[in-house]
Nanobody, 126 residues
Framework: VQLQASGGGLVQAGGSLRLSCAASGRTRAFTTYNMGWFRRAPGKEREFVAAIVWSGGTTNYADSVKDRFTIPRDNAKNTVYLQMNSLKPEDTAVYYC??????????????????WGNGTQVTVSS
């Protein structure tokens, strides 16, 4: 499966952005994959942001984004989103979506994700 992320941009602190991650290729399999979003800020390690189980029934968030970000998915459109509200300058990073085809439960561990999309830049100005 191929993943294409989009929706990044420049926004002022306190603003909102919605990232999209569209799957192509083995789209039937997409509905069985747990999906995650990760980010890498300049000079920092890649970090987990959010994940959602294949059915959409369970989600998990990093403490730094909890209550500000949500990760809905639309299996009919083979797309997962990252809705980002109340953005802060420290949210500035390249954001990546990823698919985990094998784990029984959602995980924040990047090594569990086999498929990765291109990155999309999010810049939050103060």
């Amino acid at each position: 499966v191929q993943l294409q992320a989009s929706g990044g941009g420049l926004v002022q602190a306190g603003g909102s952005l919605r990232l999209s991650c569209a799957a192509s290729g083995r789209t039937r399999a997409f509905t069985t994959y747990n999906m995650g979003w990760f980010r890498r800020a300049p000079g920092k390690e890649r970090e987990f942001v959010a994940a959602i189980v294949w059915s959409g029934g369970t989600t998990n968030y990093a403490d730094s984004v909890k209550d500000r970000f949500t990760i809905p998915r639309d299996n009919a459109k083979n797309t997962v989103y990252l809705q980002m509200n109340s953005l802060k300058p420290e949210d500035t990073a390249v954001y990546y979506c990823a698919a985990d085809p094998t784990s029984a439960w959602i995980t924040p561990e990047a090594l569990s994700y086999d498929y990765w999309g291109n990155g999309t830049q999010v810049t939050v100005s103060s």
